[in-house]
């Protein structure tokens, strides 16, 4: 069925000028970004069938993780659509980010950091080193992406770390890094750097107060570990 075969008060397009988009499902509101089906599907089963690439999750959340080469997988979905996908995923992602720092956000507990980023960094296919700058209250200023790629002294080095709290005028930092393979929990290098970061940190009385690993719906607190 085309979707000009659908009756017109059932139409995405109509009805989100009727309803609004929230009155959409989020096969529906991705049927409009789609647009056009194939000459197997119309838009609308398109958008089911991507939704289903991510189950047994909730598929919407695949538009945050889902690689090209999956979405093209989709017959009807060439490069273009998939990147239009994928761009409305990290569209959403910024807007969320945006929403949520645009407040006053106070992070004194390992699972408000974990709950921050899991989502975001859960799915990474690489290793990526944030940094978190907070002020006297533990309310977050800034954070940094300070690498990408395996997480080593070379990387992520004490030196750049405190110089970018500094010019931030923070006083307290937290590190926060993700483990592809899913499971967070810390390896020798990945305490090692803690150590080292930690000890810059004493010397200038800007304390390092924990380091979170985060894996597939998981994490691990140096802090809570007792390695810090």
Known sequence: MKIKDIPNDNRPYERCLREGPQGLSDAELLSVIIRSGSREANSLELAARVLELNYPMDGILGLLHLPLSKLTSVHGIGTVKAIQLQCVGE?????????????PLTFDSPRLVADYYQEDMRHKEQEEFHVMFFNTKQVLIREILLSRGTVNASLATPREIYAEALRNQAVSIILVHNHPSGNPEPSQEDIELTWNIREAGEIIGLPLIDHVIIGDNAYVSLKERGLI
Do not use: D, G, M, T
């Open 91 to 103: 569209l959403s992602r910024r807007i969320w980010k945006r929403k949520v720092l645009s407040e």
